[in-house]
């Protein structure tokens, strides 16, 4: 039947049926009523919206010492928590914050107000930096006034949702573990989401890339808040504290599968902190449970390099090889010889390559109210995971931020309560302190990376055209120099020739007004306020487009938009894999390849004037150059741009009449 028809036809019969029902009221014939199906969820429905955030407070703060089989009360789950008692005092009276002992230890006054009632100092937790905020505080009268409710499914559902409390915090995990916490902590997997130039340039290519993208980008720097559900346009202030741990614990402990993907395509098993198992490098691990600890168990694969790379190996949908640090290694002598990723960067020494045999010895974990020789002893890693990165946070956001700092501007320093510019004060001498032990491994690393070798002539003539020559040999084995998102990454020679004057008489490696080596990403440069740097000798990779004209030409963000200004990230047409590239966007290598070497010649004309001439050849690294923070909308930030010299040579050309 033709459409138009059959939509005739259903109307004549619609149109008759409410006829006939109309008849039927109006001469008193009702028809039998229907009774709806009942809803899924009846009011009033056993879900407080406050449990998530008590049980996050309790998980982070008090669990570590509270759990089962200790000798304080459990506080590990909810239905320890309502059946737990201090004494012979209830932890929770449903109804009544006074009668319940966990929140009259909690509780406390921040603003000291006389004649309060209530106690200035909390009786937990014993660490200042860690009592309650007025507004957890508050959270926890209401839910314990409102009848101290489970979050509870309805029985005929059994499809539980994915919550925050699913993948435990790192701080959960701070009780027993405090030494791989603090090195986590100040690293640059715990600042992954923080970064504020990782979120604009996630933005930016947001807006490039019209929305297609996703979460292409976030789920490789925060995979909890892409399990989550969080998209790749939120913004930082939004997303959930789980989220902005970044490359968290449980990003790594609770992988319970070997994936063999690149680009951060993994799976995190979701679940409580004693409900599910966290994996480790340890084959004898299980025997933690006895202890009131989590279920553990042993993975050898966690210590093979196909581990990192599944984040460390990054290809774009349409083919393009953003990062190449696993490729590298699996075609490197590191790989040949058996040297992993974890051997040089989980070591006592950054970038030095460690058998399990040879790094120290103690204990993995701290566990509370069990003696230490009860634990075993275990060859120890370094969480730090040092590479080129830094934070260019404020020491008030990063290592640590306090939990009253979400619900007051701690900017205001003089409105603030004494225990907060205490705690506050406190704090920012911790970061510090963190931040400068994060430095000094991140020059380790460095250090480790290339040598620098110079030739120069020690007496001339003159006039005399001379010749510096300069040879930059990589001295690791496991991946190039640099690596990672090497678009990003500068390392380059500086080469500055100076009469006795100080005049510069040659210069290649010198940086323009903005901070930008004289290049083709220089804007000085292709303004013609300054020459390009013909001579520049630069390992910086780059991003290579093919323009409307069919001429290639270098880019300094990964959407090529040459060829058409709506860019959409849509899978390759062609086998790109095939080449390593799309057809019209790559990248061009410039990176020293694993233990290899690269050499300069630099002309030097000499005046004609007799003297000494002073020579100065460096090896820089940068990790991020100011044009890409112009680009991103984060110009503000070039100031904390350091430039780190890796090796330096000085010498002398001795010029005689």
């Known amino acids: 039947m033709p459409a138009a028809r059959k939509l005739t036809s259903q109307l004549a019969v619609v149109t008759i049926g409410l006829t006939v029902i109309a008849a039927l009221w109006f001469w008193g014939i009702a028809p039998t009523p229907v009774a709806a199906i009942p809803h899924v969820i009846s009011q009033p429905h056993p879900y407080d919206p406050d449990w998530p955030e008590i049980y996050l407070i309790l998980s982070q703060k008090c669990s570590g010492c509270h759990r089962p089989d200790s000798k304080r009360v459990d506080l590990s789950s909810y239905e320890a928590l309502l059946a737990g008692k201090a004494g012979k005092d209830p932890l929770i009276v449903p109804g009544d914050p006074d009668k319940s002992a966990l929140f009259l230890y909690v509780e406390w006054d921040e603003h000291a107000k006389p004649l309060s009632g209530v106690s200035r100092t909390p009786e937990m937790p014993p660490n200042k930096l860690e009592w309650l ?336 020559n300069v040879e930059v040999e990589s001295l690791m084995s496991g991946h190039s120099f640099p690596t990672g998102f090497t678009a990003e990454r500068q390392a380059w020679v500086s080469t500055i020739v100076r009469d006795q004057q100080g005049r510069v008489v040659f210069k290649s490696g010198d940086l323009d007004e903005n901070g930008d080596l004289r290049d083709d990403h220089s804007h000085a440069v292709l303004a013609g306020q300054v020459p390009y740097d013909q001579y520049l000798l630069n390992f910086q990779n780059k991003f290579v487009a093919l323009t409307s004209e069919g001429t290639d030409r270098t880019v300094i963000l990964s959407v090529n938009r040459n060829l058409s200004p709506l860019s959409f990230v849509r899978p390759a047409t062609g086998v790109s894999a095939s080449f390593g590239r799309p057809e019209t966007f790559r990248i061009a290598k410039g990176s020293l390849a694993p233990l290899s070497k690269q050499r300069q010649s630099y002309p030097v004309r000499l005046p004609n004037e007799p003297g000494t001439y002073h020579v100065t050849v460096r090896l820089n690294f940068r990790h991020l150059p100011p044009t890409l923070l112009d680009r991103i909308g984060t110009p503000h930030l070039k100031h904390l741009l350091e430039v780190v010299v890796l090796r330096e040579w000085c010498g002398t050309i001795e010029v005689a009449p």
């Open 133 to 468: 905020s007025p507004g957890q505080l508050e959270t926890m009268k209401r839910w314990i006034t409102n009848g101290a409710l489970e979050y509870c499914l309805p029985e005929n559902c059994n499809i539980a949702p994915l919550t925050e409390m699913e993948f435990p915090s790192a701080k959960q995990c701070q009780a027993c573990h405090p030494k791989q916490y603090d090195e986590w902590s100040r690293s640059m997997h715990a600042y992954a989401q923080h970064s504020p130039v990782f979120e604009a340039f996630n933005l930016t290519l947001m807006e490039r890339t019209n929305g297609t993208q996703g979460t292409f980008c976030t789920r490789c720097h925060t995979p909890v808040g892409t399990a989550l559900g969080e998209n790749g346009n939120r913004r930082n202030i939004h997303r959930s504290r789980i989220s902005m741990e970044g490359v968290t614990c449980v990003t790594c402990h609770r992988r319970n599968a070997k994936h063999y993907k690149s680009s951060g395509r993994v799976g995190i098993e979701p679940g409580k902190m004693l409900d599910t198992c966290m994996y480790g490098p340890f084959d004898d691990a299980s025997a933690s449970q006895a202890m009131g600890a989590h279920p553990s168990a042993g993975q050898e694969y966690l210590k093979s390099s196909q581990f990192c790379g599944e984040c460390h190996d990054v290809t774009n949908p349409q083919g393009v090889r953003l990062e190449e640090a696993f490729s590298e290694w699996q075609n490197s002598p590191a790989a040949k010889q058996g040297i992993t990723c974890q051997q040089c960067h989980m070591g006592p020494v950054q970038g030095v390559p460690f058998k399990d045999c040879e790094r120290p010895l103690g204990r993995a974990a701290v566990v509370p109210g069990v003696p230490e020789d009860q634990l075993p002893l275990r060859r120890l890693s370094d969480h730090t995971f040092a590479g080129p990165d830094y934070s260019l946070l404020p020491d008030t956001e990063f290592p640590q931020r306090l939990d009253w700092m979400y619900e007051v501007d701690y900017r205001d320093f003089d409105s603030l309560t004494p225990y907060q510019k205490e705690t506050l004060t406190e704090l920012r001498k911790q970061n510090r302190y963190h931040l400068r032990l994060a430095a000094e491994k991140r020059y380790e690393v460095l250090s480790q990376a290339a040598d620098l070798h110079v030739q120069a002539p020690e007496v001339a003539r003159p006039g005399q055209k001379v010749q510096v």
